[in-house]
């Protein structure tokens, strides 16, 4: 059954009990927050709204096949700084690039596919007809849609409308749609909302398994123990600005704590 999420953070009251081994690789990169060879790049992103900036200079990069964490509590700018990635708010400055190329918000679709926090797409449809909607829109066959299918146990519900779904289920059906989706490129806001602690560990390895096929994802993320999992490099976010980014490693060095936590290191630089 799809739960709460067990997993938590220092954004949380509770603290997580023993964990297995998990899966995010080591990256021998010494650059901090720089991948070696960038598909993606965020350089200077500034957002206002009067005088309060919701982003300042917000500047990272993420290199295909990485999976990027933007770690920080809710109102740190998470999802601000995906939705202007996406197109879908405009910056007063700053600019995107992808293979160091400028690219202009009307053409990021084409490169970039965003799962936001808290949709049900189609409400009224079951979920069999909005997956085979989603795969006919980018010409995907059958085994495509049941490749996604299996990889979020979304079985189970193929037959119910959206609007009946869990929120765990809701999650899945997202994510489902987001492995269906051509593009090279996925933000994704709070991927294991409504997940408990085993469900987290399966979409993570679900997750960490298209990365090494090559695909790269954006994902905000305020549970640090399931960022810690997934991903391999982090960009700390507190009230707009990055207060730290790079691999686990990196991010230990800065603080001077070779075994830190991401919990403790978020709290050292912020």
């Not at 603290?15 to 021998?28: D, Q, V």
């Not at 990021?108 to 797409?121: K, Q, S, T, W």
């Not at 294991?192 to 790269?216: E, K, N, Y």
Request: with cysteine; glycine share 10%; proline share 6%.
């Amino acid at each position: 059954m799809d739960g709460n999420v067990s997993s938590t953070s220092v954004f949380d009251s509770e603290r997580p009990g023993a964990e297995e081994p998990f899966l995010r690789p080591e990256n021998s990169d010494p650059r901090p927050h720089v991948a070696a060879c960038p598909l993606f790049e965020v350089i200077g992103l500034t957002k206002r709204y009067g005088d309060q900036f919701a982003l300042a200079q917000v500047s990272f990069a993420a290199g295909r096949g990485e999976i990027v964490g933007l770690i920080g509590p809710n109102g740190a700018g998470k999802t601000t700084l995906l939705e202007t990635i996406a197109g879908l708010l405009p910056a007063d400055s700053g600019e995107v690039r992808w293979e160091g190329t400028s690219l202009p918000p009307a053409r990021r679709r084409d490169a970039m596919f965003y799962l936001p926090d808290g949709i049900r797409p189609y409400q009224e449809q079951p979920v069999a007809r909005v997956l085979s909607f989603m795969a006919g829109v980018y010409g995907k066959g059958s085994r495509e849609t049941a490749d996604a299918v299996e990889a979020v146990a979304l079985a189970p519900v193929l037959a119910k409308r959206v609007r009946e779904l869990s929120k765990g289920y809701a999650r899945r059906l997202l994510l489902a749609l987001g492995l269906i989706a051509p593009q090279a490129l996925l933000l994704m806001d709070e991927p294991f909302d409504g997940f408990d602690l085993r469900q987290t560990q399966a979409i993570a390895r679900v997750l960490r398994q298209r990365a090494g096929a090559r695909r790269t994802m954006i994902l905000a993320i305020h549970q640090l123990t399931d960022a810690e999992r997934v991903c391999d490099r982090f960009v700390l976010l507190a009230e707009g600005r990055i207060r730290g980014a790079g691999t686990l490693a990196e991010l230990r060095a800065r603080i001077g704590r070779a075994s830190a936590s991401l919990e403790e290191i978020f709290l050292a630089l912020t």
